[in-house]
């Protein structure tokens, strides 16, 4: 058995290679046809656009990978039926659980492949791409958005730890591709709701450990003297009034703040999930989670992120029932073409769960999983089928 366990994975490595290549050169062609229009235009040039696509291709390895095994797998499939090699393997003993079992090992291996593209490589990779995009063209990474960056944070009593005493709006109007913000403004409020102080730079550098330092600062403070007496407790009309009784406006050339946010909150912040890694998910939604903000869109792609390279598994079952179709159920390139249709009809079904889980608010790991186990139910099915008939 060790013999067909290698004769199967060098026949179906093989041809997810070639498939796999196939998409990617695909891929890389439309991302050029893209850039193209771009040549020329605020000093980015052709290498810069040929770099760029390049840096994109680790990526698109973990979005077609499933596809791509799905594919191969039955085109190896359709091949062994065809020259009826499958039929005398059957005939030696094989099992259709035995033949499964050697389409998990080697799943294992594209499984490990995409993790290793969507965790480690892409979220370096397309980041690099994107900062070379910028650089070449002088823009910033908040340039397309008209009001700029912006995320919040909780402002506690001991800097990152202690009671919770307000909270602060981050405004960013540029972030450059070396992590220098310019243009920040800072809306801290308390615990009412009520402005506190607004803080406007000109440019931010981050020191670490949750420090950023503020140039050529502004700071506007808001002093409430009513709200600062003890025992006060504001009327619920008036909760959220501003009851401002004096205004206080300090110039200084650098101050340091102390916040939850770091650049790489700030950039996952003007991210597509779908773009991020999981660990990038994961600290992204609980910083949203720890500032009351929705996190449900995050969550999903975060379980996506997880169970998406299982999806392998599933598709390459999906695949085992076409080496019991005989010659006659059709050729081979009829078999690759329905393969390719079940791929897409998994990618349209797992963005359709996508979104109606973020309309109707289902729990974000059945929302991922869903899609993977209705295919897993026509795998079994389908191969139920062919072993009656």
Do not use: C
């Not at 259709?96 to 979220?123: D, K, N, Q, S």
């Not at 010659?327 to 990618?347: A, D, H, Q, W």
């Not at 359709?352 to 790991?365: D, V």
């Amino acid at each position: 058995m060790k013999i067909l366990q290698r004769y199967f994975a060098v026949s179906i490595f093989q041809a997810v290679f070639f498939v796999l290549l196939a998409f990617l050169a695909l891929q890389a062609f439309i991302d050029l046809t893209g850039e193209l229009p771009k040549v020329g235009r605020n000093g980015y040039t052709i290498q810069y656009a040929f770099l760029y696509v390049l840096l994109l291709v680790p990526g698109h390895v973990y979005e077609v990978m499933p596809i791509a095994a799905l594919i191969g797998t039955i085109y190896t499939m359709a091949q062994l039926a065809a020259s009826s090699e499958f039929t005398i393997m059957r005939a030696s003993s094989m099992s259709t659980g035995m033949a499964a079992g050697f389409l998990l090992r080697i799943g294992v291996v594209f499984v490990a492949i995409t993790f290793l593209f969507g965790e480690f490589i892409t979220p370096y990779t397309e980041p690099l791409a994107e900062r070379l995009k910028l650089t070449s063209r002088g823009t910033s990474v908040s340039s397309e958005f008209r009001s700029g960056l912006w995320t919040k944070d909780m402002i506690k009593s001991a800097g990152l730890t202690g009671s919770v005493t307000g909270s602060r709006f981050f405004n960013v109007g540029e972030a450059g591709p070396d992590g220098q913000l310019k243009n920040v403004k800072l809306y801290e409020f308390d615990t009412g709701m009520r402005l506190r102080s607004l803080t406007v730079a000109a440019s931010a550098t981050y020191q670490g450990n949750n420090v950023w330092r503020l140039s050529d600062v502004t700071e506007t403070a808001f002093s409430n003297s009513a709200a600062t007496r003890p025992g006060y407790e504001p009327k619920l009309e008036n909760y959220y009034g501003q009851e401002t009784s004096l205004v206080r406006t300090v110039k200084s050339t650098t101050k340091d703040v102390v916040s939850e946010v770091t650049p790489k909150i700030l950039t996952v912040s003007a991210s597509d999930p779908d773009r991020m890694s999981a660990s990038e998910l994961a600290v992204y939604t609980r910083h949203l989670a720890e500032n009351k903000q929705e996190t449900e869109r995050f969550r999903i792609a975060f379980w996506k992120k997880l169970i998406d390279p299982l999806a392998i598994f599933v598709l390459m079952a999906l695949a085992l029932p076409f080496a019991y179709m005989h010659t006659r159920s059709g050729g081979v390139s009829l078999k690759i073409f329905i393969g390719i249709m079940i791929g897409v009809s998994f990618m349209l079904v797992n963005t359709l769960f996508s979104h109606l889980g973020l309309l109707s608010t289902w729990p974000a790991f059945l929302t991922a999983a869903a899609p993977s186990v209705l295919y897993l139910l026509a795998a079994l099915v389908m191969l139920w089928w062919v072993e009656r008939h």
